[in-house]
Each structure stands twice: as structure tokens, then as C-alpha cells.
T-cell receptor
Framework: SQQGEEDPQALSIQEGENATMNCSYK?????LQWYRQNSGRGLVHLIL?????REKHSGRLRVTLDTSKKSSSLLITASRAADTASYFC????????????FGTGTRLKVLA | EAGVTQFPSHSVIEKGQTVTLRCDPI?????LYWYRRVMGKEIKFLLH????????ESGMPNNRFLAERTGGTYSTLKVQPAELEDSGVYFC?????????????FGSGTRLTVV
């Protein structure tokens, strides 16, 4: 399986509801990032959480990190139709490598 | 500050043809990376430049792919000859620091469709 695996693979919710996506990874990390990709468009950086942080907020986004379980979650509160996109987590390894490892992403659909 | 710029944004070519993608990193960013996402699959690392040198090209799928970064500024990724399985979105990113800890800035990607 992949480093940085997201689940669920697909999520469909009503506008105004909260959406939670999870990410699991395998190796020790320096940081974990969440990105969004709207259909056919580029990657947009959402939030970065460092390995010594447990929770981070940015607007309607809340990210948690549990390094003991090697997992992270992304919560989008009060979702909007414009939040419809694929969401990816990306991790780097503490070996100092310069690569980010992405998962296959969670496809979120917010219904108006 | 201008971001990472990629062009074309979309390219449709026939199998067997050649396509060249271009990436202009943020000015001053010595580190440049290419990633790609094949339809429905994960985003995979292709290669990493530090200035004009290839630091790591372990993710390049085969010798039909050639990346260059002459002069350490913009980079090109050439696919020759293109195959159907090369279809996907190709992302470029740049960073100041060589380690991933500083985070990347991604371009908007080039969507390549091989028919």
C-alpha cells in the first residue's frame, strides 16, 4: 500500500455538513501537508502540519496529526459546493529526502 | 511574487508524437520538481533538479521522458514518443530549501491527453 493513503476514497455530502478525510502513512515524517485539486486543475496547498504539532486550524479547515498512529485527518466544516475537489495528503520522510509522497486522494463532492 | 508557471495548461497529442512541457519556477528557487498524476491514481514523484543538475530522477518512468533545466532557470519535460499511458496531469513545484521541510509551491499543472 502507499505512503500517504487517504480514506475514504470518495465522499459525498450535503452543503453545510462537515467533511472528514483521513490519511495514514508509514514512515516517520518531518511534516505532513494537505492539498486540494479541483477537477483538471493544479494542486493548491491547504495546510502544513509539522511532526511536533497535534492540531492546526486555517479558516474552515482543521488538521490533526497523530504521529503515534501515523495518521492525520482533515476536517472541512460547513462545506460549500466550491469545496468539491480531490484532497491529498503528502508526507516527507525524516531521512531528509526532498520528495513528498502523495496518496491517491479523497474525492469530495458537496451537493448544493 | 509570481508563482510557479506551467504551460501549456492542456495538450492533446496523438500516440507517437512528441510533447514538451515547460515549468518556470519561482525566481530564486534552486529546487525544481516534476510530479505527475495518472488518471485516478496517486501523484508520483518524477525527478528533482538543484539548479541545472538532476539530483534524483528515480521516478522517471522510462527513457521516453527527458527533463532538462538549462541554466538552472526554467525546466522542460519532453515525452517522445508519447504513449496512451502517459496521459495525466504533470505538476511542477519549486522550493528554496532542498529538504521537503520547507514545503513546495506547485504550478497549476499541464493536463496531457494522448489519443
Amino acid at each position: 500500500s502507499q505512503q500517504g493513503e487517504e480514506d475514504p476514497q470518495a465522499l459525498s455530502i450535503q452543503e453545510g455538513e462537515n467533511a472528514t478525510m483521513n490519511c495514514s502513512y508509514k514512515t516517520s515524517i518531518n511534516n505532513l501537508q494537505w492539498y486540494r485539486q479541483n477537477s483538471g486543475r493544479g494542486l493548491v496547498h491547504l495546510i502544513l502540519i509539522r511532526s511536533n504539532e497535534r492540531e492546526k486550524h486555517s479558516g474552515r479547515l482543521r488538521v490533526t496529526l497523530d504521529t503515534s498512529k501515523k495518521s492525520s485527518s482533515l476536517l472541512i466544516t460547513a462545506s460549500r459546493a466550491a469545496d468539491t475537489a480531490s484532497y491529498f495528503c503528502a508526507t516527507d520522510a525524516t531521512s531528509g529526502t526532498y520528495k513528498y509522497i502523495f496518496g491517491t486522494g479523497t474525492r469530495l463532492k458537496v451537493l448544493a | 511574487e509570481a508563482g510557479v508557471t506551467q504551460f501549456p495548461s492542456h495538450s492533446v497529442i496523438e500516440k507517437g508524437q512528441t510533447v514538451t512541457l515547460r515549468c518556470d519556477p519561482i525566481s530564486g528557487h534552486d529546487n525544481l520538481y516534476w510530479y505527475r498524476r495518472v488518471m485516478g491514481k496517486e501523484i508520483k514523484f518524477l525527478l528533482h533538479f538543484v539548479k541545472e543538475s538532476k539530483q534524483d530522477e528515480s521516478g522517471m518512468p522510462n527513457n521516453r521522458f527527458l527533463a532538462e533545466r538549462t541554466g538552472g532557470t526554467y525546466s522542460t519535460l519532453k515525452v517522445q514518443p508519447a504513449e496512451l499511458e502517459d496521459s495525466g496531469v504533470y505538476f511542477c513545484a519549486s522550493s528554496l530549501s532542498e529538504t521537503a521541510a520547507s514545503g513546495y509551491t506547485f504550478g497549476s499543472g499541464t493536463r496531457l491527453t494522448v489519443v
